[in-house]
T-cell receptor, first 114, second 110 residues
Framework: DGGITQSPKYLFRKEGQNVTLSCEQN?????MYWYRQDPGQGLRLIYY???????QKGDIAEGYSVSREKKESFPLTVTSAQKNPTAFYLC?????????????FGDGTRLSIL | KNEVEQSPQNLTAQEGEFITINCSYS?????LHWLQQHPGGGIVSLFM?????KKHGRLIATINIQEKHSSLHITASHPRDSAVYICAARSPDSNYQLIWGAGTKLIIKP
């Protein structure tokens, strides 16, 4: 079945450490997204990519980095510059970013600081 | 003021009750999405609409473009409907990115 796979489900980071969250999709979607979710708040867009080898900053890109070397993969690195990384991270994909295509979501990765 | 506001924030009801969750937005939109987030965190898209009404099983979504308001209704609610329901507006003014509501946490008691 087609879908989006995020791994790991839970991740712990030490102070000063970079960590990378994985997101893979087999839906043949061009667009991919990373969101951050904090309790009681709406999802906030970190980065998005419309096509391979291209990505754009979202509303809260500081302290994060991404790459899009393959259509299927859009990993997110939470760098040590992100001072408050504890959150739930969701990856999504869609056939395109304009128009009215729905986004398909992974099950998320919960990141905590040790 | 958030561009997309949902009400209520929390809703507890008895099994069988008719549920209404509201979403108001202040931006121009090309589409309004309703999504469901399960307790484990995964999100599923329920509806995408730009006018009128859509129905899927016991779920009904309506939108009034003039009033900038959408509602999600659940008929004959069941404990398995317990989840967070999120509305998100797709706005051409924000490069078609989704503007997210904070969600409504629904608990249906047996």
């Amino acid at each position: 079945d087609g879908g989006i796979t995020q791994s790991p489900k839970y991740l712990f980071r030490k102070e000063g450490q970079n960590v990378t969250l994985s997101c893979e999709q087999n839906l043949n979607h061009d667009a991919m997204y990373w969101y951050r979710q904090d309790p009681g708040q709406g999802l906030r867009l970190i980065y998005y990519s419309q096509i391979v080898n291209d990505f754009q900053k979202g509303d809260i890109a500081e302290g994060y980095s991404v790459s899009r070397e393959k259509k299927e993969s859009f990993p997110l690195t939470v760098t040590s510059a992100q001072k408050n990384p504890t959150a739930f991270y969701l990856c999504a994909s869609s056939t395109g970013i304009s128009g009215n295509q729905p986004q398909h979501f992974g099950d998320g990765t919960r990141l905590s600081i040790l | 003021k958030n561009e997309v506001e949902q009400s209520p924030q929390n809703l507890t009801a008895q099994e069988g009750e008719f549920i209404t969750i509201n979403c108001s937005y202040s931006v121009g939109i090309s589409a309004l999405h309703w999504l469901q987030q399960h307790p484990g965190g995964g999100i599923v898209s329920l509806f995408m609409l730009s006018s009128g009404k859509k129905k899927h099983g016991r779920l009904i979504a309506t939108i009034n473009i003039q009033e900038k308001h959408s509602s999600l209704h659940i008929t004959a609610s069941h404990p398995r409907d317990s989840a967070v329901y999120i509305c998100a507006a797709r706005s051409p003014d924000s490069n078609y990115q989704l503007i997210w509501g904070a969600g409504t946490k629904l608990i249906i008691k047996p």
